[in-house]
């Protein structure tokens, strides 16, 4: 199964200027874990989570009306194309430890894939629990890492 039949082709994206506050109405609103960072043409250029406003934002005490999602964003950011499998998508999912993709053609955000998507098709099931055992055992790896140091 290709990652077109499952992605969400409807995509709410917001542009590096504009504010960290937008970031997380947008979220707000759409019920979102993740916005994909785009030029104005459609280029991906990073994407943004509610984690990252909070970690980049909130917690060091910055002005979320203030501070532009360019600064907030993470960067490099993991994305599939429509026309890979959603195998190749699930294990792309896991290595980066992430639970959605940009779907990006001809260097354009055309959807998003989450590991709901995954997860709500049968022939996914596999796929989809493999990449989120992965996903919750480089997260427990961390937070008992964490524990250890006294943090």
Do not use: W
């Not at 969400?8 to 590096?16: H, L, S």
């Not at 053609?105 to 709901?116: A, C, T, Y």
């Not at 989120?132 to 008992?144: P, V």
């Amino acid at each position: 199964m290709l990652v077109r039949e499952l992605m969400n082709p409807q995509v709410v994206t917001i542009t590096p200027g504009e504010s960290a506050a937008l970031a997380a109405r947008l979220l707000s609103r759409y019920d979102l874990g993740a916005l994909p960072v785009c030029q104005n043409d459609g280029r991906l250029r990073g994407i943004v989570t509610d984690r990252d406003l909070v970690l980049r934002c909130l917690a060091p005490g910055e002005n979320p009306e203030r501070l532009p999602v360019g600064d907030v964003m993470t960067r490099s950011c993991a994305f599939v194309t429509p026309n890979a499998d959603v195998t190749q998508a699930a294990h792309i999912m896991a290595s980066a430890q992430v639970r959605r993709l940009p779907v990006v053609e001809n260097q354009k955000v055309v959807g998003i894939l989450s590991l709901g998507d995954l997860a709500r098709s049968r022939a996914c099931d596999m796929e989809a629990g493999a990449a989120l055992a992965d996903i919750s055992r480089e997260i427990r790896k961390a937070s008992l890492n964490l524990g250890a140091r006294g943090l």
